[in-house]
């Protein structure tokens, strides 16, 4: 079974993440597969050069992230500069992501983290059998960014103003964990949500 699960962001994905982790679902971590490719030696780091110029990479050859979110995602970003990225780094990404699975065909539930998933669900080359999401309000997330990831109020809402809306996530998902319940209550749910999954799967297999 494979599952989908998105989120804006800081609204607490991550750790539905690792539950689902640790409930025994295969994780597929689409933003470790996005720093995999664009690292010193990885195929889509010269490519982004190629596209973007020489300003993308530190003096050491690592991608340079802060001038990178600024040219993508900050207020004078050119209109199609995301687009550029991704049309780079998209194809690369889903590659590791289907040999990751290719991998591990003992894994009974595959969970695809995608934070963008509602940007690219019709184009995504895999099918999804569940799709979650997780929410927040945005002026909890907000705080979350600029307390705990240390990014200005300016860098927070372009991060959060450059994703899908919370009704376009709700929009693909058959189920929504609500991150701002307590935290016990939220391990509940996503706990009863992984039952569910092996009980379809049981009944499927019966």
């Keep these: 079974m494979r599952i989908g699960l998105t989120g804006g962001i800081a609204a607490g994905k991550s750790t539905v993440a690792a539950r689902l982790s640790e409930l025994g679902a295969l994780l597929i971590d689409y933003d470790a597969l996005a720093h995999d490719v664009v690292r ?26 802060s001038w990178m979110a600024d040219h993508v995602f900050g207020k004078d970003a050119q209109p199609d500069a995301r ?3 991704d049309a780079i780094e998209h194809p690369l990404i889903y590659a590791e992501a289907s040999l990751a699975e290719q991998l591990h065909p003992e894994a009974r539930i595959i969970v695809h983290d995608v934070p963008l998933l509602a940007e690219v669900i019709d ?47 709700r929009a693909i998902a058959d189920i929504v964990i609500d991150s701002v319940q307590p935290m016990a209550r939220m391990m509940d749910q996503v706990n009863e ?14």
């Design 40 to 65: 010193p030696g990885g195929v889509a780091l010269p490519r982004i050069e190629v596209e973007f110029g020489s300003a993308v990479l530190n003096a050491d050859g690592t991608l340079n992230r």
């Design 83 to 85: 687009a550029r990225l």
């Design 123 to 169: 184009t995504i080359p895999f099918s999804f059998d569940h799709i979650i999401t997780v929410e927040a309000p945005v002026c909890l997330r907000l705080e979350r960014m600029t307390e705990e990831r240390g990014m200005s109020l300016e860098q927070a809402e372009a991060r959060i103003r450059h994703q899908s809306s919370e009704e376009e996530r």
């Design 193 to 206: 949500v992984y039952q569910g999954f092996l009980a379809e799967l049981d009944g499927a297999a019966a």
